[in-house]
């Protein structure tokens, strides 16, 4: 653990020092879980929102874009839900005045009993070496048997407090594990309370006047409230999809890891409209497409799960999550949701509009069913840098930190470095930039050694170093140095275009 805590702080420190993501405001010491895209950030992240865009929109028929205002009517979130029931349970420690969600301190508690079964699991591993069984052990080893049987307790007891909303049972249960505060030690706990997330400000500059209107929590309601606009001008049947990338703002209790939770974030939303009694079979298959989109990038399918929901959120009747393996564990990545007629159900009745679809096939007309998928972009962000952050030992002794990023989402495509600074070869090196910077991010550089500029490259993952050198002059060839292998080929300038344009290409993980 402390050791993947110390990646977790490399990759973090590394975002920083390379210019993907710094502090927001950090000449006034930062905004506490507020962050800013820098100049190889933005890149990454845009990449990520093409890549998503080209999976949902560009590849289906059937599913088009939309941008919705950050601000929209307020009665939106009445109809959805969100004033009454979008909150979190809190507790606060009256010694250390520190704020925790009541359900995080008992998942935290949670994971610490995973923790301890997982350590009796690893010294059965070296007791037994080549013949240890795992499942044979976790179903008859006394102590794991104990802990798990312990661990269903405290799920059962955490779903019913959660679903009655039952606060004092919920101070109970913390008080019953003896969970202290991590800060302070104490359990000197107080009550649990429901706070409501959404960051309210006030529409219209003259007070009095002046109406509460609310930063949206999530992209959806912005598509749910434009269906039937979507749905008429577009002529669409059923099913179809409606994307959206965007900003959503929550008022997180507590938000930490980075820019794994925050209070502004972005989200790439798809809703997808379909026929009443047919939302498993459309639940199933977005699950399963959504996790072939993740698997393409080639990070690892041992870092990807699923996750069933045991409490659903006000609006759902099937709930799954895609979760990714960051550096402190398993945690939610992309939400895939049966969300039924709630949505435009709730809208029709708070704005008195039908929402319906006239079904030709049937004759009928009826509220469509929804099937979501939801990612949150600055999740995904994180989760292709911290895969991709490697420390690596060189056959020569020394050492390298590369980011090996999928070479369809690097920041920079390519690097062109002449090998010294005369004789014509920056000149030549502009040259290629020059025709290769219309399709793609390229970087000039040259100054240092071509050892220190290819680590540079490296620490920013850019897939391709173009050298050009004097032998560059006399066939108009280069060399192309690979990132992740460190291997040189030499190839003509005429084919570059080509090469890198094959080698980048975001087709080869679509198809
Ligand atoms: N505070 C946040 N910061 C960054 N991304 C977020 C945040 N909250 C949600 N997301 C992203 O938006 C996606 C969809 O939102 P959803 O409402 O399903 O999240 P959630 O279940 O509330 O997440 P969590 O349980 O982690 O709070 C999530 O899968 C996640 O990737």
């Known amino acids: 653990m402390a050791n993947n805590e110390d990646v977790f702080k490399k990759v973090i420190s590394h975002a920083k020092e390379f210019g993907f993501v710094f502090p927001s405001s950090e000449i006034y010491d930062g905004l506490s879980a507020t962050y800013d895209y820098a100049q190889n950030g933005v890149e990454l992240k845009n990449n990520i929102k093409q890549y998503w865009w080209m999976a949902m929109v560009q590849m289906h028929e059937n599913i088009v874009g939309l941008d919705a205002a950050i601000f929209m009517h307020p009665t939106t979130w009445k109809a959805s839900g969100h004033v009454d029931a979008f909150n ?230 099937a709930a799954a999550d895609i979760e990714f393996k960051y550096p402190f564990g398993f945690k939610e990545l992309e939400g895939i949701h049966s969300r039924t007629d709630f949505d435009l159900g709730g809208h029709e009745k708070e704005s008195g509009k039908k929402l319906r679809y006239f079904d030709p096939e049937t004759n009928a007309s009826y509220v469509p069913y929804v099937l979501e998928t939801s990612i949150g972009l600055d999740r995904m962000f994180l989760a292709v840098l911290s895969a991709s952050f490697k420390e690596e030992q060189l056959e020569d002794g020394s050492e390298r930190v590369v980011l090996n990023i999928p070479p369809a989402l690097a920041p920079v495509k390519a690097a062109v470095l002449p090998l010294v600074k005369k004789d014509g070869l920056p000149e030549k090196a502009r040259e290629i930039i020059d025709t290769l910077k219309f399709d793609h991010n390229c970087q000039y550089e040259e100054k240092d050694s071509i050892g220190k500029r290819y680590r540079r490259q490296d620490a920013i993952g850019t897939p391709y170093c173009i050298t050009v050198d004097h032998q560059t002059l006399e066939d108009n060839t280069v060399t192309i140095r690979e990132r992740d292998s460190m291997e040189q080929e030499r190839v003509a300038i005429a084919d570059l275009e080509r090469i890198i344009g094959d080698r980048v290409s975001m087709k080869k993980l679509l198809v």
């Open 88 to 317: 979190d349970p809190l507790i606060d420690n009256k010694d250390s005045k520190k704020r925790y969600r009541a359900d995080v301190l008992v998942e935290d508690h949670m994971a610490k009993i995973e923790a301890k079964i997982q350590k009796d699991v690893d010294k059965g591993k070296k007791r037994f070496g080549d013949d240890f069984d795992e499942e044979q052990f976790r179903a008859t080893n006394p102590n794991v048997l104990r802990r798990v049987a312990e661990m269903d307790k405290i799920r059962e007891e955490l779903k019913r407090v959660q679903e009655e909303e039952d606060l004092p049972g919920f101070k109970a249960l913390i008080e019953d594990l003896g969970i202290v505060c991590p800060v302070s030690g104490s359990k000197n706990w107080t009550e649990v309370r429901q706070f409501n997330l959404m960051f309210g400000t006030e529409l219209g500059s003259v007070a009095g006047d002046a109406a509460t209107i609310y930063l949206r929590p999530e992209t959806a309601q912005g598509i749910f409230v434009n269906y039937l606009n979507v749905q008429k001008t577009g002529r669409m049947k059923l099913p179809f999809g409606i994307a959206q990338i965007g900003k959503a703002f929550r008022n997180e209790i507590v938000a930490r890891q980075f820019i794994f939770r925050m209070r502004e974030f972005e989200q790439m939303e798809m809703q997808y409209f379909i026929k009443p009694g047919t939302q498993m079979k459309w639940y199933e298959y977005w699950k399963e497409e959504r996790m072939k989109w993740h698997k393409a990038l080639g990070l690892g399918d041992d870092n990807y799960r699923f996750h069933d929901h045991i409490k659903l959120a006000h609006y759902a009747d």
